[in-house]
């Protein structure tokens, strides 16, 4: 997924601080993974993680696989904190856009989640498989399957596959991830070859061919090995021609899927009832249980978590698929009476602290600031183990390829270690460092963070000077590459379970400029030279296994960043629900098993 | 009274028309960019040029306020999208018509300042009347401390509290729901009641506290004496005498407080999870979405400047010396 | 005293010796945060049916708390009353309130001194004067209307028919002081207090609204208390006097005998400060000196003697120890002399008069 919308990490930053002691998190209840409980300095390294594998052919025929006690019908409930920015699927990038958009469209590829083992697969969505390479990686081909059809009955046929990739291009499509276009066209500025399908003009067959009804053929400029994940993003799937509105299309899209978007109230209310064409046949994803989704949105904090544990009335089918609970009300949730009803699961958002490159030069000087940093503490007055589990990688658990490590022992010492610290300091000859710290002023918790941070490092010999950023130009401020801070807060979230969208765009310094993601300006010639060979590789786990390595490495030697929380999914839903399983790869509660009871 | 009301309508436009440039001015003045919260991952410059280039962020300032002022009026074509008039822009978010919105939006805003008000006219005005009537006595005090905790309660800390003892716990009240008054106007109602209430009880000191010293003010008037010395019975004066003289101040301070009355609708809103304004507000600021900021400060502006004209009519009525003028 | 009958409509029973109205020790006292107030101590007066008693007096002398004392329109939470008041027989300093209710507006009325604020702004003049008459008399809206008409026409409002649906603010003051007297005089009063009936008046209307008064009493043989502190207003109209000072009645008499051979100091310093068109422009007016005593904290043995000129005639400290008794009847409460009274009249005073 895409780092969250600044606004709703405010939103959720915007509540009182808890402070609470570092003690066990609660055990995930229903599938998916389990993070057995234990000292959460010590989480991590004995999380287990489930590993997303890519399946066969055999693996994408429908119908999904059976819940135990799932039943047809009922009314399913979700409530979102703040509204859905995006209902065209070219636009959707933020994992709650991703998920409520599985319910009424369809994509190339997608996640079949196993809903008692939480084993998760990427498999052939509408697609017969996972697609066949050729030309080393570089051309991909997918076959449509049988039986599938639009919510007006119409057929599925790959060139509305083609016209939904070239809509992609369009110039109001600016939202949705963008590297279908990049690869097929080699640019970054991908509208200067081609501006989307108004007015008529299509991509060669060169590019994106569709040699029959059923089958499309990718043509990248380069070798893409992870081409089937990034065939599971939202975007791409196919759009009728008759039915595209436009920009539009983003508050009315046309289903494919399994409901169709009965009425829409923008921040209020979407409904989604059953799409009569949809063939469970052909899916082997969707189970499609409720008969109706009724989508609340603009539930705020704390209420809405309030609502999920008192489950009165019809909220005892009430789930929040994306929204952890409130961070006042984690304690609350530990309590064993929601032990039966709790999910605790890992998001594939990575916190970090970056620390300016340009501004900090000295390598020494970095590691002695992670060193001194106190995790634990930033944790607690965050609100606890429940939101985020204390964690020492560039990449998170949720990406494959993780593993563990900790070259500055951060996790045997999570208050920070202010005498390894001073002596790397010493080393570099640096006298009374003083670093500023920028932080969002969106409540109570940063200002907390940014006190424990002046404590801790004051041990170290460093003064912290933190400056509160109003929320909304957080990110502008810390995006240009002049800032002139030392140390702010970032997370990072993959697009799909591949370091390939975590460390190259977060640590190639050919990349850094204003508002680009290396928030560190890292540029180090070793590593954008590894990650050039390592994109390359077609092996996907030995890519993995490289892009680990690497990460280590650039901790090591580099020290940009401090990673410090792999972010948790934390929340209770309703007694009423069944089936509940769990998307590790948006970090989200999977619709497509449950049902109402 | 009808140049009264031309010189009122006239002298709105132009505060409105201010408060749009203001707001614009503001928004521009920021550090922040827009466009940063739509480009997702991918904030390239040419991204975000051509978001700049799908709002209007790449006009001048002044064009872009002018352009949008015209359009509340003439309607616009827009890069995404057509918006007739009244067009108050497109959203940033969702390229919905910011108008559409608003009328989505308003009815549960101004249900609640509505039912908001009466009850705390009904209480507050209530209590105070109790209170100049028994002046002195066990009640009078009793309301005059009450009221006091009254105002120094924040909704967002009742709001709450009222929600889990009055709904899940004692299961008296709708926890507060959307009211559609067309559909559903029964559910409409219970679903308020809850809000309204919550959001009253910060204005009940106030009134009970005003409304029982301009009743002993009034009361010691001498036209009260006079209707007195009519020989007049002593609830017949205090009710049609006295409170006839202290309706006009409290119509006066209800005026100045309808700001506020607005203000802790949208407070109440969010506590309650309603879709109002409020909601509207909190995520056109937090997502900088300009056109549904301008929209809801107009909206709101526009609602306040009605009201009090509705109120100085009131006043007309109340007392002959404003009407017959 | 007679138990109380209905009263013989004969206004002047020769039989009974009871007066209409009488005033025995009234005292009145205020509880303020500054201490207790003495706003009337120890006031007797009586009046008769068919006659006008002229109380006159500074402001603050006590004149019209007396009289709400009489209609009982004082706050009861801070004021204390004690003495008789004896209304056509009938006691009502402790009647009830429902008793007074009763009688307000009914068999006694007032007539307030700024219409401006004494009447309601918010109901029609029709509606204020109708009131009364409807409670009182359980008439109908209707016929409260023509009364109103009635009464409008009765003070000289002219066109009736359309003013009675006016408000006091689209009146005249005269008009308006009309109005007020056609409030007091709707149920047919037999008492009528007219506290500064005309103060708030330029001269010329001021006549006219006294002329009025004398009028409508010839016609329905009311009793008119009428408070003032102009003596000028009293010569014309009232058959006894009584000049209130600190809470106290210092002097009474008929009204020829209070203009024409005042007793108290007090009483020449008010005959003295009147402007005359007859009087020298030479000879400037001699106000009282000093300023009126407070009511918290009065002055003892004679409440006037600060600003008395007379007290070395009395000899001694009688003034400041000794409170002067007010005679039954024609009299003063001074210690001076009779001779002394009527020689310092004739030699220093008079002259000034003229």
Redesign the interface.
Known sequence: M??R???SA??VLSVGALALSACSSGNGGGGGSSNPSGGSTTAASTAKVQTITVGTAADSVGPAPAVAGAKKGGTAIDLEP?????LDPAEA??NQEQVIGQLFSRQLTNYKIDPTTGKTTLVGDLATDTGTSSDGGKTWTFHLKDGLKWQDGTAITSDQVKYGIERLFS??E?????YLQQWLTGQ??F??VYGGPQGGKSLPDSVLATPDDKTIVFHFKTPHADAPYAMALSGSGPILKAKDT???Y??APFSDGPYVVSSY????ALELTRNKYWDAKTDPIRGAFPDKWDIQ????Q???T??LE?Q?GSDKDAVSLVQSADPTQMSVLAASQYKSRLESNYQPFVDVFNINVSRIKNVKVRQAIIYAFPMQQVQTALGGPQQGELGTNLIGPTVSGFKPSDPYGKLTKPLGDPEKAKELLKEAGVKNLHLSFAYSNSGQRWANVATTLKNSFAKAGITLDAKAI????Y???I?KTNNPYDLYRTGWGS?WPNASTVIP?TQDGRLV?????NYSHLNDPKVNSEIDRISKITDLTQQAAEWQTLAETIMKTDAPEIPYLYDKYYNVYGDGLGGISYNSAYGTINPNTIYVK | MLRFLTRRVLGAAVILVLISLVTYLLFFALPSDPALLSCGKNCTPSNIAQIHKNLGLDKPIIVQWWDYLIGIFGGRHLPLGNCPAPCFGLSFNNQTPVWALLKDRYPTTLSLAIGGSFIFLVVGVGLGLVSAWKQGSVFDRAASSVSLLGQSVQIYFIGPLAIYLLSYKLGWLNRGQDPSWGAHPGSSLTGLVLPCLVMSVIFWSNYSRQTRSLMVEQLSEEHVRTARAKGMGSRYVFLRYALRGAMGPIITIFGIDLGSVFGGAIITEATFGLHGLGNLAVSAVTQQDLPLEMGVMLIGATSIVIFNIIVDACYALIDPRIRLA | MTTVTKPDPAPKDPVSTDPFLSVRDLYVRFATEDGTVKAVDGLSFDLERGETLGIVGESGSGKSVTNLAILGLHNPRNTTIAGEIMLDGQELTGASNRTLERLRGNKMAMIFQDSLTALSPYYTVGRQIAEPFMKHTGASKREGRARAIEMLARVGIPQPQTRVDDFPHQFSGGMRQRAMIALALVCDPELVIADEPTTALDVTVQAQILDLLKDLQQETGTSIILITHDLGVIANTADKVVVMYAGRAVERGTTREILKAPEHPYAWGLLSSIPRLTADVDVPLSPIPGTPPSLLNPPSGCPFHPRCAFVEKVGGDRCSTERPQLPDGRGSACHLTTEQKRDIFIEQIQPRLR
Do not use: C, M, W
Request: charge should be positive; aromatic fraction near 6%; glycine fraction near 12%.
């Open positions: 895409k780092k919308r600044a606004y405010a939103a703040a509204g859905i920015n995006h990038y933020v110039s109001f600016t939202a949705g991830p963008q970054s500025d509208r200067k436009g920009p539009k983003d508050t109230k923008p921040g209020k949105l603009g539930v705020e704390p209420g809405l309030q609502r008192q009165s109003d929320p909304t130009a990110y502008t401020l995006g697009d765009p400029a204003d508002d680009d993601p």
